[in-house]
Each structure stands twice: as structure tokens, then as C-alpha cells.
């Protein structure tokens, strides 16, 4: 089944806008002509909306755009992968030089450097592994 929609029937004033569909609707009908972050309906922060305008934005990309568009999406998600994986190396480093030490618990060494108690646990059971 598809359900047709003539957005130039589409009569309602931002003020009257309440629904999730209607809200939809004016996206659809108006994202072309609001140039200014200023001008945004404050509901096109809701998280759903977003997906909807940025799925819009791409539809509107020439192939070549679209393309270029998946690229750099691709690149940012690599370099937030690395570093992610560049902070749980400095926490594990961090953490297995408190726990040699010895001077805190494992409740004051998880709090300081904001990770779980189980997260200290899993480095204490490797650093038991590797001594025997």
C-alpha cells in the first residue's frame, strides 16, 4: 500500500504544527527554504527529525555528492574508532600502574579514572596471569 501526500495541500503554520506527521510534513515542505540555524522549528532537534532531514539531505546529492558525503562519514568513524581505542590503551596504562602501586582501592582507582570496578578487575586478573 502507499499512501500519497500533496505537500502543497499542506496549509499549516509552523504555530500550528503538534504531530509527529505534521511536523514531518512541514519538514518536507519547507527544509528548502530555511537558510539560517536561526529560522529552525525547535522541533527539528528531536533526534527522529534529524534522521528524516539528513536522509532528505542525501536524496538531494548527485551520485558524485552522495559519494563524497559516505567518504567523510566513513573517515569520521574511523578516527573516532582510533580514538577511542588510543583512550582505553591510556586507561589500561593508567589503571595497571595504580594497581602496581598499590596505594589506592580498587573502588578509589576506578572512580578517578571514571571506569568500572570490573574494568580493574579484568586488568588485575591479567596482571595475576602474567606473573605466574
Known sequence: MFISLELAKFKKKLKDVQTDLDKLIYTMK???KIKK???YPQF????WLNVAIQ???KKAMTP???LGYEMVI????LAIKNENK???AIKIETVTKAL???KLSIEEIAEDNNVTIDFILDIQNQLSKAKS
Open 100 to 102: 602496581k602501586r598499590g
Open 64 to 66: 558524485e555528492q552522495r
Open 44 to 47: 527539528w532537534d528531536e533526534e
Open 30 to 32: 519547507n527544509l528548502h
Open 86 to 88: 588510543k583512550i582505553e
Open 37 to 39: 540555524p536561526v529560522q
Open 74 to 77: 566513513s573517515a569520521n568513524a
Open 55 to 57: 536522509e532528505l539531505d
